[in-house]
């Protein structure tokens, strides 16, 4: 099995910066999509970054764009935000797709690490 640890998050200000890790161990299969979702209190999670097995193409919620850059390194991944607002405010978390590309199906979630932006 494969446990996914999440870090990195926080509370900051609009217009800060955070980089968010999350950490794989057990056995891990490294050609498998990656992505990050987050969920608000009282809201649906959503999706917000995901990466390819190579690393090599990203998507990102329109929300994110421009912000927001997924990475990985092997079955690491890691999401970079710049220019937080109060709506980034979630927990985040972090997935293992079962495909190299996305597919909307997760066998593996992280616990999710806070980040909090207040104005």
């Known amino acids: 099995q494969v446990q996914l640890v999440e870090s990195g998050g926080g509370s900051v200000q609009t217009g800060d910066s955070l980089r968010l890790s999350c950490a794989a161990s057990g056995r891990t299969f490294v050609r498998k999509a990656m992505a990050w979702f987050r969920q608000a209190p009282g809201k649906e999670r959503e999706f917000v970054a995901a990466i390819t097995d190579s690393g090599r193409s990203t998507s990102y919620a329109d929300s994110v764009k421009g912000r927001f850059t997924i990475s990985r390194d092997g079955a690491s991944t890691y999401l970079q935000m710049n220019s937080l607002k109060p709506e980034d405010t979630a927990v985040y978390y972090c997935?293992?797709?079962?495909?190299?590309?996305?597919?909307?199906?997760?066998?593996?979630w992280g616990q999710g690490t806070q980040v909090t932006v207040s104005s």
């Open positions: 997935a293992i797709d079962r495909a190299p590309y996305p597919s909307g199906q997760y066998d593996s």
